[in-house]
């Protein structure tokens, strides 16, 4: 079975700084997506960013990217220039070929004015 | 992005009642939607998958008799909560898958049973 772990349950990262939030997951499949999913304090799951795993170039959204190393079964997630908005918990999701989704345990993000 | 309504938002019921929460897909045709629980400062976990004109699909350990699924039309799944305990209080989330396979997810529903 599909398992996606985030090691990091929690981050912090200064107003307008840079941080890396981590992914990892386990697979045997070729052919698979993979998301990073916001849910702020409404508790809403806002969908951040996709990755298809077939293309080899990294999926960006305006701040928002993603470093996808297929070999290593990572799939990070960079917010640049983070804003007060940017708090919230993140959850990294796995879809298999058969269309079931695998989330992670989430890693709670702290922006410091 | 796409739109999935929920409804009710919050609810509270008196044990041993039923509560059905409705989720709806606004501007697309969702031909699957997801039903998921979470804990406070859990992850999702998924309970059941709806399939449009079908029965839906079950986790393992999630009870088929106790939370009843219907995804009658390509917009709308309900699920019923049946003879709710203060056990099933939590927080359902349902979502809905679009052409391109991503999810777009309802707002949530807290549930209550006092």
């Known amino acids: 079975a599909q398992t996606v772990t985030q090691s990091q349950p929690e981050m912090s990262v200064q107003e307008a700084e840079t941080v890396t939030l981590s992914c990892t997951y386990d697979?045997?499949?070729?052919?698979?997506?993979l998301f990073w999913y916001k849910q702020p304090p409404s508790r809403q799951m806002i969908l951040v960013i996709r990755?298809?795993?077939?293309?080899?170039q990294n999926a960006t959204e305006n701040r928002f990217s993603v470093n996808f190393q297929k070999a290593a079964k990572s799939f990070s997630l960079k917010i640049s220039d983070s804003q007060l908005g940017d708090a919230a918990m993140y959850f990294c999701?796995?879809?298999?070929?058969?269309?079931?989704?695998?989330f992670g345990t989430g890693t709670s993000l702290t922006v410091i004015p | 992005g796409a739109v999935v309504s929920q409804h009710p938002s919050w609810v509270i019921c008196k044990s041993g009642t039923s509560v059905k929460i409705e989720c709806r897909s606004l501007?697309?045709?969702?031909?699957?939607m997801f039903w998921y629980r979470q804990f406070p400062k859990q992850s999702l976990m998924l309970m059941a998958t709806?399939?449009?004109?079908?029965?839906?699909?079950?986790e393992q350990g999630v009870e088929k008799d106790k939370f009843l699924i219907n995804h009658a039309s390509l917009t709308l799944s309900t699920l019923t909560v049946t003879s709710a305990h203060p056990e099933d209080s939590s927080f359902y989330i349902c979502?809905?898958?679009?052409?391109?396979?991503?999810?777009?997810f309802g707002p949530g529903t807290r549930l209550l049973v006092l």
């Open positions: 979502s809905a898958k679009d052409r391109r396979k991503t999810q777009y």
């Open positions: 697979t045997s499949e070729s052919d698979y997506y």
């Open positions: 990755q298809e795993a077939y293309k080899q």
């Open positions: 501007d697309f045709q969702a031909t699957t």
């Open positions: 709806s399939n449009e004109g079908s029965k839906a699909t079950y």
């Open positions: 999701a796995y879809r298999s070929t058969g269309n079931q989704f695998y």
